[in-house]
């Protein structure tokens, strides 16, 4: 597994004007010496930095002579502060309500500075990350060269803020708030053809029905690696999703990414639905020539993007097998000063 190191940020303003320490944690997947282009890959709520190699939760997409192949790639990959992956715990902000995305993606931004990185050949994210992708693009227009934001938006709709309110009131409100809090969620990831197709109706011995059973597996599995803490501010970050800050409209923060914006959506996804992500293709197309849209075609849901490996694999090969990004420019991938 790849070491975990921290990089100390003793003052980080917030978006509603608190300024408080960080202590940034982050993993690195490939050869630290080399000019490898570098991929920033931001995890979804209840995922970490260790996104490839043992337990790695992106092993699929992310490792030596994978898609991502981390022989030609350096992967970069911070944990979001507060998630508990790296002993610190949410308490660090007074209230999880304070914190939003965009304070996520300043975190990052003045990570990377840190480490002085200062141009990106992608960024990735899944759900939230990819939420939280779309922040730091937002907020550094020309930090990479591609943004890949799967199975999200540029914004939390009012779906998403629904659920996110639900599952908040779970989490203040349950005698077993991370159980019922995660039953909850996962039948958002999922979808009831999946359910279906799964379980069949079927039955164990005692009566419980196997949907049930699941239901409660993942439950209790959740609570063995994930604090109360880092559940309410991470699903606080889903809820605050949104890099129109200020009133400013969503082309014209979103025309000043130089990148090219490659979406995946998942035709399935009850939680950020295809209609809104093509909608943002759409409007995205009449200001930025540089877009690209992919629909990941199942009936898994949202969680499709960490199941339908073969179909994300196929979107993604030509970005990370583009021989002329990774040749021109070389030295400006550099990382030093680790």
């Known amino acids: ?43 979804a709520l209840t995922g970490n930095s260790n996104v490839c190699g043992v337990n790695g939760w992106w092993n ?20 979001i502060p507060g998630n508990g992956y790296d002993g610190e715990e949410a308490h660090l902000i007074e209230n999880y309500k304070d914190f939003v995305a965009a304070d996520v993606a300043t975190i990052f931004d003045l990570g990377l500075k840190q480490l002085n990185i200062h141009h990106l050949f992608a960024i990735i994210g899944g ?29 939390s ?9 639900i599952q908040d009131a779970i989490l203040n409100n349950s005698k077993v708030p991370l159980i019922d809090a995660r039953m909850h969620a996962m039948t958002m990831y999922r979808t009831p053809e999946s359910f279906s197709a799964k379980f069949d109706r079927n039955q164990h011995e005692n009566g419980l029905f196997y949907v049930e059973s ?25 809820k605050t999703i949104n890099i129109t800050q200020n009133g400013s409209e969503f082309l014209s ?18 939680l950020f639905k295809p209609e809104e992500c093509w909608k943002t293709y759409v409007d995205l197309k009449s200001v ?10 199942s009936i898994h849901g949202h969680d499709a993007f960490l199941i339908a490996f073969d179909q994300l694999s196929k979107f993604l090969l030509p970005i990370f097998q583009t021989k002329q990004n990774l040749n021109e420019n070389h030295q400006r991938y550099t990382i030093r000063n680790w």
């Open 288 to 297: 930025k020539d540089n877009v690209s849209i992919f629909e990941i075609k």
């Open 214 to 238: 699941w239901l409660n597996h993942h439950g209790n599995k959740l609570t063995s690696r994930f604090k109360l803490s880092a559940y309410k501010l991470m699903n606080q970050l889903l």
């Open 60 to 79: 699929d997409l992310i490792g030596p002579n994978k898609i991502i192949d981390t022989g030609r790639f350096t992967v970069l990959a911070f944990n």
């Open 253 to 270: 923060v979103a025309s000043k990414i130089s990148a090219h914006i490659h979406l995946v959506t998942i035709n399935s996804d009850l």
């Open 157 to 165: 709709t009012d779906w998403v803020i629904a659920n996110c309110h």
């Open 127 to 155: 759900s939230v990350g990819g939420g939280i992708a779309w922040e730091l693009a937002a907020r550094n227009p020309d930090l990479c060269e591609h943004l890949i934001p799967v199975a999200c938006d540029w914004k």
């Open 1 to 43: 597994m790849s070491q975990l190191n921290f990089i100390h940020l003793p003052e980080v303003a917030l978006a509603n004007g608190l300024k408080i320490p960080i202590n940034l944690s982050y993993q690195v997947f490939g050869d630290l010496q080399s000019a490898n282009p570098v991929v920033l890959v931001i995890h």
